[in-house]
């Protein structure tokens, strides 16, 4: 066992033979089990609540802000409890309760969320995810300064034990994130995920009552840097320096630092994935790599800070961290936007990866050294350091609180991205630079220097007169772009053709041709084919409003009387203003699946509409929402569901899984296609409980010439569904499978769009 523990710790185990690990082997497995078991309960949470709430990013905050908060208030009472408690049998019982309440979480979810149902979407989700999370979180947060406690021995080394510990809880989060991400909740299912991250929290439990391990006290950590000399002088300069770091207006400062570090962590993470959204899109894989390098980055922080603290636990190191994070943060948009020119014709998720690496880890390594600095620097008694790493963790998890919503709700939807991340580094730094130069550290001018490239960076050229902007818009659902493409007269007429595009991180979610007042999207026509089938002033369902163009041509032409529901209040906004939506329209902010799960109403026609870039919400296509839309079917009404176009090879298992989803929910299922290619196309699942007849409908095409709509199905013989799978709200495997098709459709927009406007003058993001 320790040699295993050694083998995830290659420069630790270099240590010398009494280290605090080798010495305390069980705690660091513990906490590594720890780490990825929150993180486990944060990814699980989120899918467990998505049948009901959807998976938009309001969820995705809901649950990371409640995460949060849960830390918070975890750290603050295991600073609380280190005073009293300093034993490896009250961190077991602790370990203990979290496993039972983790693998109780799909039972209290169904619990919760019918406690919930009735209430609106934002005020529901934080409340299940409360109700959900805060327990198990709480436990996992008072494992760390409880740990610091225990494994505190000298007043020298508090530095290195908390950095340590928090350093083997955050690896085994990046271990967690991509094991439960890509691997055991895709295919083994939300269920067994639970039950795993729980087993393996109780394997601590079942270690402990098996080899009744005792921990003596341990010796001091043995910093192999810090030589027996230095060590002494060192005691000294403690000594004399306690009275000022047990000053009042000195810790309130550092707790202050804290909270800063805090928010400028969550102000990282949220700009680098709205930088790299534009390019590479929101996809699983995108939002893996970010979390994955934001957590690698906080580790590597948490260690070198430890070293750093037990060095110099002086507060001159503070303004050179500070500055240099500031220097990173300010060259955000400048690196963004530099590397995905080098990168942009990389394999997609190399590309994303080394952008990552470059954009988050050079200030997220900085800024995660502050804490542990901190704790080192206001810790004054050994008895005292669990306290104090409790509250300086607890301040800095208030500060990613604050981050989280100051940026996701405020500066992002209302400033964008690129001035607020100059802003930003600007206001983190300039106190530091003060401080230097007063010291006579002239190397800090340097952060003059990297503000005139950030600020020259944000110079836009002059947009090209062929692309007009009509909207730009950034925010936590994604980037927005309405453009006018301008092309030149058609034979035998005078006017400039006009292309009005709508973009969601730049991928196309409708083309409407301004000068025939119709969409180009083929797709639009088939729907407005299949609905002739409808008695005149049906009730329809549109679930993804977008440009409003299908709900138009329902409401205009069969006079249907049309809800409409979209997640991102934009949209209704563009719809009305770029696309001429009718104010007859019945426009529903809400998610699709929490629609569904919530309205009593029938209609005669459903229309699934919900592409967000080039990724379909993966709670929407599942077994369950298929079998709860049915009953949501008046007589002889039936479903249009608009997916990508593949059906062969790799990039078809995306739609070969929702065809064999819909076959099982007892639905028959027919499968329309549009013309052209599998990339250039779209597929119509048109889907009913009884009988599907269309072979008196026509559809009109090219040059007016007129098809029987019913020739058109593909032959259900022809479809291969062996390798397919039945999705469900259990393995919700829709992102990975679209994968492959999500990077073929960026690849094509970003050649014949992405690169065409950047080239012209629009910058990837505001």
């Not at 710790?9 to 010495?23: E, Q």
């Not at 497995?29 to 709430?53: D, N, Q, T, W």
């Not at 549109?542 to 529901?565: E, I, P, T």
Request: aromatic residues 12%; contains cysteine.
């Amino acid at each position: 066992m320790k040699k295993s523990i050694f083998a995830v710790y290659p420069i630790i185990s270099m240590r010398i033979k009494d280290s605090v690990i080798s010495t305390n082997w069980y705690l660091f497995l513990l906490l590594l089990i720890e780490g990825g078991a929150l993180m486990a309960v944060e990814i699980i949470s989120a899918k467990l609540v998505a049948p009901f709430y959807g998976t938009s990013l309001y969820v995705w905050t809901a649950v990371l802000a409640i995460t949060i908060a849960g830390l918070a208030a975890g750290y603050s009472l295991g600073g609380a409890l280190s005073k009293k408690q300093n034993s490896s049998k009250f961190l077991i019982f602790v370990v203990s309760v979290s496993a039972l309440l983790v693998f109780l979480m799909p039972y209290t979810s169904v619990f919760v969320m019918a406690i919930t149902a009735k209430m609106n979407l934002s005020i529901g989700v934080i409340v299940t995810c409360m109700l959900l999370l805060l327990p198990p979180v709480v436990c996992f947060g008072t494992v760390g300064p409880l740990s610091v406690k225990y494994l505190s021995r000298k007043l020298e080394n508090i530095g290195h034990v908390a950095g340590l510990t928090y350093f083997t809880s955050t690896i085994g989060g990046i271990i967690a994130t991509f094991l439960f991400s890509f691997y055991i909740i895709p295919f083994m299912g939300l269920k067994a995920g639970t039950l795993i991250a729980a087993s393996a929290l109780a394997i601590v439990f079942l270690i402990f009552v098996v080899t009744r391990k005792k921990f003596k006290n341990a010796p001091a950590v043995n910093s192999p840097v810090i030589s027996e000399k230095k060590n002494t002088i060192k005691e000294k300069t403690d000594s004399a320096a306690i009275k000022k770091q047990d000053n009042a207006t000195v810790k309130n400062t550092m707790y202050l630092l804290a909270l800063l570090e805090g928010v400028a962590v969550m102000v990282i993470e949220l700009f680098s994935a709205r930088m790299v959204a534009p390019y590479f899109g929101s996809s699983l894989y995108v939002w893996g790599t970010v979390i994955g390098i934001t957590l690698f980055g906080l580790a590597l922080g948490y260690y070198a800070g430890g070293i750093v603290a037990d060095r110099k636990p002086s507060e001159n190191t503070f303004p050179w961290i500070l500055l240099l994070a500031s220097v990173f943060i300010m060259l955000m948009p400048w690196i963004s936007n530099g590397l995905t020119v080098c990168f942009e014709d990389f394999n997609p998720v190399a590309a994303v990866l080394i952008i990552c690496i470059f954009l988050i880890l050079p200030p997220l390594l900085f800024l995660g050294t502050i804490p542990t600095l901190v704790i080192r620097y206001i810790t004054v008694k050994v008895e005292a350091s669990g306290n104090t790493t409790g509250k300086v963790y607890a301040f800095s998890s208030m500060g990613s609180i604050l981050g989280l919503f100051l940026t996701g709700y405020f500066i992002i939807p209302v400033f964008g991205i690129s001035g607020p991340s100059v802003v930003t580094g600007l206001l983190l730094g300039i106190i530091p630079f003060l401080m230097l130069i007063r010291k006579k550290k002239y190397k800090a001018v340097l952060f003059f220097v990297a503000l005139a490239i950030a600020i020259g960076s944000q110079k836009e050229k002059p947009a090209a007169d062929d692309i007009k902007i009509q909207y730009y818009s950034e925010g936590l659902l994604g980037q927005i772009l309405v453009s006018d493409v301008v092309k030149p007269p058609s034979p035998g007429s005078n006017a400039n053709v006009v292309n009005r595009i709508l973009f969601i991180n730049r991928m196309g979610q409708n083309f409407y041709n301004l000068n025939q007042g119709k969409s180009i999207f083929g797709y639009i026509d088939y729907i407005s084919a299949l609905a002739a089938k409808l008695p005149e002033k049906s009730d329809v369902l549109v679930l993804g409003l977008g440009g409003g163009v299908s709900a138009n041509a329902l409401h205009k032409k069969y006079k249907c009387s049309v809800d409409a529901v979209d997640l991102d209040q934009r949209m209704a906004y563009i719809a009305k203003c770029f696309f001429g939506l009718e104010n007859d329209i019945s426009i529903i902010i809400d998610d699709a699946r929490h629609y569904i799960e919530t309205t009593g109403k029938k209609y005669d026609l459903i229309v699934f509409d919900v592409f967000n870039g080039e990724t379909w919400p993966s709670h929407v296509l599942t077994l369950e929402s298929f079998k709860k839309t049915k009953k949501l079917l008046k007589e002889s009404g039936f479903i249009i569901i608009n997916f990508n176009g593949f059906l062969s090879g790799v990039a078809g298992k995306s739609g070969r899984c929702v065809y064999k989803t819909l076959c099982a929910s007892g639905m028959e299922t027919r499968l329309l296609p549009t013309a052209g290619k599998e990339d250039e196309r779209n597929i119509l699942f048109v889907t009913s409980p009884g009988k599907l007849n269309f072979s008196s409908l026509k559809l009109i095409g090219g040059k007016q010439k007129e098809f029987c709509l019913d020739s058109l199905f593909l032959e259900p013989e022809k479809i291969a569904t062996d390798d397919a799978e039945v999705l469900t709200d259990d393995i919700p495997n829709l992102d990975m499978f679209n994968l492959e098709a999500g990077k073929i459709w960026r690849k094509g927009y970003n050649k014949y769009f992405t690169k065409n406007y950047t080239r012209k003058g629009i910058p990837l993001f505001k």
